[in-house]
């Protein structure tokens, strides 16, 4: 597996097969349920971490194409196929002038994740575009059309990875983009635009805004740097109150970064607890260590195994708990680690 993945690690799959097709990704769950064998399902492989022993299941990799741009009323739909490159379709997006995804360019990964993750990024999330899912119901042994309220959105996550992790296949997913002005919204891309003296901001300026931070922090694959041997963020940037935002203060003796939410909670960057903790950029823990570029990238230094990534991401969570007592979220989805404690600890989530 660990070829099929940007982390590069992890053992074989027992079965692999890849479903180019809706009717391919039945039959495959068919099978599975016949021959009571556990599914694994593969899109980019850009948020996974394989155990070294492999994954004792099918593993499916979900390679549905299609790009269909069309009209939606005064606006345009964008049809996906799960297995299409995001940033490919971020790209064609922004190329004839349609908002709503800039801000997630160079996200690493095919569309169908998209949905599963709530992937966001500087401003912007797929809940603000997305309009309707098609997904495999392994449940009902169906295809089903799921709109946006039916996904249930929330902060990096939707019932696909939640209550109904597992159930739901995704095939297809339905945009709803607009013609109109950037998302402009995040310091780092505000900031970015005023160095480049970019005073009114077109939708390809804030693309290759993005894709120049991202780049900066290691956070667009590249073969040629090591840096990028990752899954991207590793923990989610906490949400926490304005009163436990003023505290983290006190623990720092200064004023704690935060972006403020329309909720009036503040979403903390994951990247300054951990620094804070004693895990500079560039740390190292034998085979593994953080990225030299963005600390809250756990990366491969080449021999890493899935065991030192996981050792290495508890004592990262567990440092942070000791001196902020706040519990770091894991993103990545583990597989092959069964019942392992330490892959219940990094994912464990405490408010």
Not at 181 to 201: E, F, G, I
Request: charged share 20%; proline share 6%.
């Amino acid at each position: 597996m660990a070829p099929l993945t940007s982390l590069h690690v992890g053992g074989p799959a027992r079965w692999f097969a890849q479903a180019a097709t809706t009717e391919d990704v039945a039959a495959a769950c068919r099978w599975c349920a016949d021959a009571d064998v556990p599914l694994c399902v593969l899109g980019g492989g850009t948020n996974m971490v394989v155990a070294d022993r492999g994954a004792d299941a099918l593993v499916l990799q979900v390679a549905i194409r299609g790009v269909d741009f069309g009209p939606r009323g005064s606006s345009t739909s964008l049809r996906l196929g799960a297995g299409e490159p995001w940033d490919d379709a971020v790209s064609a997006a922004v190329s004839r002038d349609l908002a709503g995804l800039e801000c997630l360019s160079g996200i690493p990964g095919s569309a169908g994740g998209t949905p599963v993750q709530n992937v966001g990024a500087y401003g912007q999330d797929v809940a603000q575009t997305i309009v309707g899912v098609t997904a495999f119901d392994r449940a009902s042994g169906e295809i089903v059309m799921l709109n946006a309220s039916d996904c249930q959105f929330g902060y990096r996550t939707s019932r696909f990875k939640s209550k109904d992790q597992g159930r739901f296949i995704v095939c297809e997913v339905l945009f709803e983009l607009r013609v109109g002005p950037p998302t402009v919204t995040y310091p780092d891309v505000a900031d970015h635009l005023a160095q480049s003296k970019v005073a009114t901001p077109v939708l390809q300026d804030v693309r290759n805004a993005v894709l120049a931070i991202r780049k900066g922090k290691g956070m667009v694959i590249d073969p040629e740097d090591p840096d990028t041997r990752s899954v991207g963020s590793f923990f989610l940037n906490p949400v926490v109150d304005s009163a436990r935002h003023a505290e983290l203060g006190q623990v720092v003796e200064g004023t704690a970064p935060g972006f403020v939410l329309p909720t009036g909670q503040v979403k903390v960057p994951a990247a300054w607890l951990i620094e804070q903790s004693g895990f500079g950029r560039g740390y190292q823990a034998g085979a593994v260590g953080l990225s030299a570029k963005h600390p809250l990238a756990i990366v491969n230094r080449g021999a890493g195994t899935a065991r030192e990534i996981v050792a290495l991401a508890r004592t990262i969570k567990q440092r942070v708990i000791d001196r902020f007592g706040i519990w770091l979220r894991a993103e990545p989805v583990f597989v092959g680690f069964g019942d392992d404690p330490d892959v219940a600890f990094v994912k464990e989530a405490r408010s």
